[in-house]
Nanobody, 117 residues
């Protein structure tokens, strides 16, 4: 059974940085794409960014130039480096993974990121 476990949320001041990580546990699988969504209170879940198996990443306009996604294929882990954080980045962040041969997307448990002074 494959599971995604997230680490790294917390409270940070505006302008600060935070790094999230998400590791896929289990064996015998290959991940096609990984990425991050977020959901702020009272809002719909929105895509933050995604990264393919070759390392190419795409980002939402709201985070372009401030956030960076990377992955370590050997560790089945995806990272989200968040810089120049703003209060509007406050949300629960969810990682996801699309796995070859799986019919549905896997999701992490979510981690709270709060940007406040």
């Amino acid at each position: 059974q494959v599971q995604l476990v997230e680490f790294g949320g917390g409270l940070v001041q505006p302008g600060g940085s935070l790094r999230l990580s998400c590791a896929a546990s289990g064996s015998g699988f290959s991940i096609y794409a990984m990425g991050w969504y977020r959901q702020a209170p009272g809002k719909q879940r929105e895509l933050v960014g995604t990264i393919g198996s070759g390392g190419g990443a795409n980002y939402a306009d709201a985070v372009q130039g401030r956030f960076a996604i990377s992955r370590d294929n050997a560790k089945n882990t995806v990272y989200l480096q968040m810089n120049s954080l703003k209060p509007e980045d406050t949300a629960v962040y969810y990682c996801y993974a699309v796995i070859y041969g799986f019919t549905s997307t896997l999701w992490g448990q979510g981690t709270q990121v709060t940007v406040s002074s």
